[in-house]
């Protein structure tokens, strides 16, 4: 069926689409670290919120984008809610309490969403046109999945301006480097901090979101990004986001290839590779705080 | 006056009281089997024990050098392995031989892994270990000839405990492998206990405190980091050995990066820099553990707010010093 | 317990009376008449209290200890494991006159846990026997400690063939084992010409029962000459979510079938995303594990032509399989699948071999289930006394869309064909 | 005699900014020596190349005529070079009196001892407790560092460099943030110590640095505009210049 220029087109094409994926959960992760040096434990949890969301957005009708936009808010209100309650006063603790809170949030969020969705796995019903495939190069190709590389794209776009143009942009990347003069400039950090934890909350959910459609929306997926989102933003460079692009397409590649070739041993050379960066640049690829 | 070979700060060995209550708890401990005689409960206070070990391994590792590991369970796991594989194949009697060889093995993989992970710091150095404890999951779950993957390891026997000749019981009955348990933990503990208040213990303390001044006081950091580690990697392949004695099996899903989260929590539980406040966490977290999950189906939801409800109110755990790794917060 | 108490003090009052009375050498005769009195007292009373005990017991709850994986990746499984259980238990009612108290446990599908469960029922709650567990590896590992805790273990959803004959007090009363099951798929391929003519890709679960199911497959479909495109299978993670690049590896291989041996919550997802593909008709999707049905309503359309051997499906019709599809849909309210039916099977065959025994002794018990049989929804299914393993018959299934059923499933397994007991083997 | 230590063309280039250019430095044995030198001239730079906090880019260093270029920091300790640290660094949690220990057991050794106990280490103890005495920290011996006062923490810091029994002691700005009356008393200690080993204090206290140093470098941008006794300095052109800028 697929000629080997075929073969390659599909893989190349997964890659993307899984390092895409990859790289927004990441940057969730990176933005909230970079700002206020918490490591959210239940990003993973999170992002799956965010794939539920979605699911039952459409499943009650709504249009697959205009759940995209919707679903990412709700993500967002359910990250400042948690915010507000239990991450704003552990601001002063140490990183390792912050980690084991974090890791009791993932459990609570995990049991909820089987408590509120069940166990069963859920679909997201794409709109007419995105169904079905499109041949590139001599393979079918699914529609959903280039479109996924486009809304992708955007988002990241979207985000650069954001942080680029906007002044909260500039406050938040000004925070991150020296949050002493930030707070002396009179702005009040919490409101950096929470607009950060609810940032990557949306990314979060956002990821989800898109994520839904090309993979199994279960109780489970959370957990399993949220490693895969580790790897990532510690071989980027713990907050970096131009570290993280550069991380999430070596893994989404690596990963890929190494499922396509030697499938058993493809998440042994993943942990090997990052054992390997990180003993060797212990700051990672880019380099620690650099936020842009 | 003071003359000038006390310490101010620490009291001269031990209060009277203070041993006293230690000699009453392993009393109590030692003839619990036989007044109590139910076998849940033995076997449930020698997992306690066990676990304890390693929650205090984690805790020479956080609480004494300030160096945060994911998966500690993994070193557990693969003496476990070890010590099963050799009562399998090489000689099911020779019970010493098999814990030698297992903690031996242990130290030989913890080594090299040990000088990569002391060339960095801080959070680097905790997600560098689920590296490394992800990859010891993954090769023990793919290794199906060696290890029987998620089957775990088939076919151990249970070997007799003989000292100097004469024979102590067999590790089947869980009364003999609880007092094994209690005694092989005791001196651990007290080892530990020793070696944290010796000058090699004051230098991993220096080090959590503060790695670079430590460097320009003249402390090569990262062969002591190194030597903490290995100290760390070799209790908790003795609690792997007594974990395969005990349980009569291993299986990937005990070096799972979820179990190694969990004596974290046993950890902070029992709160940091105090080695009986580790027993006391580890304790407390497989009895919330195994009581909520009986609860409701949805025992997740519980566990997770037990946990937040814990880390917000009780920050400095039960029992130890807690607050005191501000160096972590430079991250 | 009055009784008793009453009876005492006469005797007390008889001996007082005559202890303090006249001692005279005529006495030693009275006494020792006394003292024959009082041992035939002692005797009645005895008797009486047995009695008692006997009837008294009957209050107290028979203890049964169920392991089912309630979070995981099977939660769904495990949960209809449970139901089939409870309904068991319900319409048995009693054993030995005795109440049926279930008391269940969640093994997560992870072996530790799994064996420290079983420990607290059996030492801390006094279970009398252990019913239910899903995978081969919490299996095998409670069969490791089954001397430990010393009851009768019936396995209803492990499919190792490890376990044949493994120990005197390990059965399994349940789904299919994997050469039961590569029997049913090879012959269904052989019966059906436009499956016989396809080349097969072979991709399974990475842990041991995907292992098993697909090297008896590959073995079994060779010696039939049934050609295999991949002889070293695809392991993939359990934790795999993103099946693409499986998928583009068996649009490269260009076979036009797949054998999949997942768990029965993954397949709706892999045939979803293969349909995504493009593969749904020119790729046909043979299974090792009966999907669920609501795992199968999940996936909608993408799920048809699904085919698979497994013990039922509830387009099964006969009286006793109609009538128990009912109860169950009334009693529960979902769907009533494979997995609850051989759990109620298996907890029934555990019920009637203890009334059989006619005791709670583990041996007992155990030589009991050897050899019994019970008339559930899809036929007789007999403990074999040879190796603890059930003989039953089961069905060719392929997926496709509900006709009109009480249940409003969208999506069902249609029976193609039936296999006998003897058919599946294994040989006794 | 050959110096104690001394600098070759020692470079140090941060992404083209030459932070330390071509800088030749040497002391003798003992006396007080001080850098001083406009905000980001290069001194605190040029300390972190010496005591090997940073490596260097080029040039090179010998200590008693052997080079000791971009060695470990815990080596040249051991050596006898070391510094304190601009913004407070001491072990916090610990006790003063242990800050000091370690630093002696590190010096004298036996940290390898794993089962004696802290007291066996006599000689430790003992120096320890002769420095305490020195200080006049003998009442705060048994508190946690974190609780001194900022005054005594400074004091505590230089301790901890003293108590490695030091042949080069570097004091990165010794009185930062300190009160007069605290400035005096740390300055007397910094003249007693350079009477026995060779003292380089970096600082901006003008008066400090003339009272007391025996020869002053002044660095600008990087390179040693001019070295001699504190008098010569006052009345050199390029000095002032460098401080107050050309007049017009």
Known sequence: MGGSLGIIVDITLNSLVLSGVFLIVAIGLNIIYGLSRIMNMGHGALYAVGAYTGYTLVATGLNYFAALIIAPIIVGAVGLLIERTIIAPMRKRSMVYTLILTYGLMFFLDGMIKYVWGNKPCFIDLPAFLQGTISILGTQYPVFRLATLFIIAAIMGGLMLFLNKTRIGIILRASSTIPEMVSCLGINMNYVHMGAFVLGSVMAGVAGIIAGPLTTIDPLMGGEMLISSFVVIVIGGLGSLRGAVIAALLIGFVQTFAEFFITDLAMVIVYILMAIILAFMPRGILGEGKFE | ?331 | MKRIFFVLIIFLSISLIFSCGKKTDDQSETISKLKQEIVELKATITKLEAELVLARTPKEPLKIGVLVPLTGIVAQGGLEMKYGIEMAAEEKGTVLGRPIELLVEDTQVKPPVAVTKAEKLVYKDDCKALIGVFSSGVGLALAKNIDKLNVPFVSTHVMTTKFYGLHPLVFRSGQLANDQTAVGNVKGIMARPDLMKRSYYVIVHDYSWGHDAGERFIALAKENGIKIVNEDYDKAPIATKDWSSYISKIKASGADAVYMAFITNVIPVFAKQASDFGLQGKVKLVSAAAPGPLELEAGGEACYGIFGASDWSWDVDNANSNDWEMRFWKKFNTIPSDAAVHSYVGAMNLFNAIEKAGSTDAKAIADALRGISFDGPYGNVRISAKDNCMRNSAVLTETMAAPENPFGAKVYMKVLKTFTADELGPPE | MVELLCTENLCRSFGGVMATNRVCFSVDNQGLTSIIGPNGAGKTTFINIVTGKIGASSGKIFFKGKEITNKPTHELVKMGICRTFQINSIFENLSVFENLRIARQAKDGGSLRIFSSKQSLKTVTEKTWDLVERLGLKDLAARPAKNLAYGDQRVLEVAIAMAGDPEILFLDEPTAGMSPTETRQISKLIKGLANEICVVLVEHDMDLVMSISDRITVLQYGCTIAEGTPEEIRNNEQVREAYLGKEE
């Open chain 2, 1 to 331: 006056m003071n003359n000038t070979t006390t310490i101010p700060g620490i009291q001269k060995g031990y209060y009277p009281l203070k041993i006293l209550i230690i000699i009453l708890l392993l009393l109590g401990l030692g003839l619990f089997p036989f007044i109590s005689g139910n076998r849940f409960y033995i076997s449930l206070i020698t997992e306690m024990m066990i676990y304890g070990l390693l929650a205090m391994s984690l805790d020479v590792l956080l609480g004494y050098t300030g160096a945060l590991s994911f998966m500690h369970n993994a070193y557990l796991g693969i003496s476990a392995y070890v010590v099963g594989l050799f009562l399998i194949h090489i000689s099911p009697t020779s019970l010493w031989l098999a814990c030698f060889t297992g903690i031996i093995f242990t130290s030989l993989v913890a080594l090299p892994v040990g000088w990569v992970q002391v060339r960095t710091g801080g959070l680097a150095f905790a997600l560098l270990t689920l590296a490394f404890g992800m990859m010891f999951h993954t090769i023990v779950w793919k290794w199906y000839g060696v290890t029987g993957g998620d089957d775990g390891l088939m076919g151990m026997p249970n070997p007799d405990i003989s000292l100097f000749g004469w024979n102590l019981g067999n590790t089947g009955n869980p009364v003999t492998i609880y007092l094994f348990t209690l005694i092989i933990v005791t001196i651990c503990f007290f080892l530990t206990r020793r070696i944290i208040n010796s000058p090699f213990g004051a230098v991993l303390e220096a080090i959590r405190e503060n790695e670079d001044r430590a460097s320009f006081v003249g402390i090569n950091v990262r062969m002591y980091k190194l030597l903490g580690w290995m100290l760390a990697c070799i209790l908790a392949s003795i609690a792997g050995a007594l974990f395969i004695l005990y349980k009569g099996y291993i299986g990937p899903s005990t070096m799972s990066a979820f179990a190694g989260a969990g004596v974290l929590m046993m950890v902070l539980l029992g709160g940091l820099g105090s080695l009986w406040g580790a027993f006391v966490g580890a304790a407390m977290f497989i009895y919330i553990q195994d009581y909520i999950s009986t609860m409701s189906e949805h025992w997740e939801i519980y566990l997770g707010l037990v946990v937040i409800f814990l880390v917000l109110f009780l920050p400095t755990g039960f029992v130890g010093l807690g607050e005191h790794l501000k160096r972590f917060r430079k991250g």
